[in-house]
């Protein structure tokens, strides 16, 4: 046998020995959990359709409207009234600066416990959010998370 052949096959053996510390490891470091307050900051719909600024509230998560088309009419100025909220009162305010994410808890990796309210409808949703790979997924749902609907955001510089 040839010296490059002895080569290649001892570099191949070191790499397959190898192999399960680095995936090991790999694992490792995409399963650390994010800390508490990973989640404070400004944040961008993947689509584009609102921006929102989350923040701690005492021991809490919440998050208010900055922008976006969820917020604004279609001349991109006029802001939208809360027209279906489900206290009268409150039909007339913008909704920009509106608090809409609500009792956000930070346990085991994940916010968890926290509502969102929905303007469009004037409903008020369950709500969870995780962080994966550098972006904000937010869950609303009823009931249980898996009859639910998730919006992606990315960090806003």
């Keep these: 046998m040839n010296a490059s052949l002895r080569t290649r096959r001892a570099m191949l053996a070191l ?3 190898l192999a399960p510390i680095t995936i090991a490891s790999m694992s490792a470091a995409q399963a650390q959990p994010a800390s508490s307050d990973a989640i404070v900051g400004k944040w961008e719909a993947d689509d584009g359709s609102v921006k929102l600024d989350l923040f701690r509230a005492g021991s809490k998560f919440q998050a208010r409207l900055l922008y976006g088309n969820k917020i604004v009419e279609a001349d991109n100025v006029t802001l ?20 809409f994410v609500t009792g956000l808890r930070w346990a085991d990796g994940e916010w968890t416990g926290g509502s969102i309210y929905d303007a469009s409808s004037g409903r008020t949703y369950n709500c969870r959010a995780e962080m994966q790979d550098g972006k904000l997924h937010v869950r609303g749902y009823l009931g249980v998370p898996a009859l639910g609907q998730t919006q992606t955001f990315h960090r806003m510089p």
């Design 80 to 99: 939208k009234k809360d027209l279906n909220n489900p206290d009268p009162a409150l039909r007339s305010r913008s909704l920009k600066n509106i608090v």
């Design 15 to 17: 790499a397959l020995a």
